[in-house]
């Protein structure tokens, strides 16, 4: 991996991180994420340094985009850089 993709990728995981982060906040949200992933509580807490969970999180946000455009706002990043994010993740 060259440093750019490096970078990128630690860029994508600290949006994913921040992302989770603003997910959590709110327990219903913190609850659909876990309904729709399949994913409980522990497997999350066991799995977050993993890229394909962190692009489950950015892909939970990017298949509603009212939470999308909201976890954006909160964390200071555009949505489209919330998708990309998740696309360095899943490459």
Same mark, same amino acid.
């Given at each position: +991996? &060259? !440093? &750019?993709?490096?970078?990128?990728?630690? !860029?994508?995981? &600290? #949006?994913? #991180?921040?992302?989770?982060?603003?997910?959590? =906040?709110?327990?219903?949200?913190?609850?659909?994420? #876990?309904?729709?992933?399949?994913?409980?509580?522990?497997?999350?807490?066991?799995?977050?340094? $993993?890229? =394909? +969970?962190? =692009?489950?999180?950015?892909?939970?946000? $990017?298949?509603?985009?009212? !939470?999308?455009?909201?976890?954006?706002?909160?964390?200071?990043?555009?949505?489209?850089?919330?998708?990309?994010?998740?696309?360095?993740?899943?490459?």
């Amino acid at each position: +991996m &060259t !440093d &750019t993709n490096a970078e990128i990728e630690d !860029d994508a995981t &600290t #949006l994913a #991180l921040r992302a989770l982060i603003w997910t959590l =906040s709110d327990e219903r949200r913190a609850d659909r994420l #876990l309904a729709l992933t399949g994913l409980t509580a522990e497997r999350l807490r066991e799995g977050i340094a $993993e890229p =394909s +969970m962190q =692009s489950a999180i950015l892909a939970f946000l $990017e298949n509603h985009e009212p !939470d999308l455009i909201a976890c954006a706002d909160a964390i200071g990043a555009a949505p489209g850089a919330l998708i990309e994010a998740r696309r360095a993740l899943d490459a």
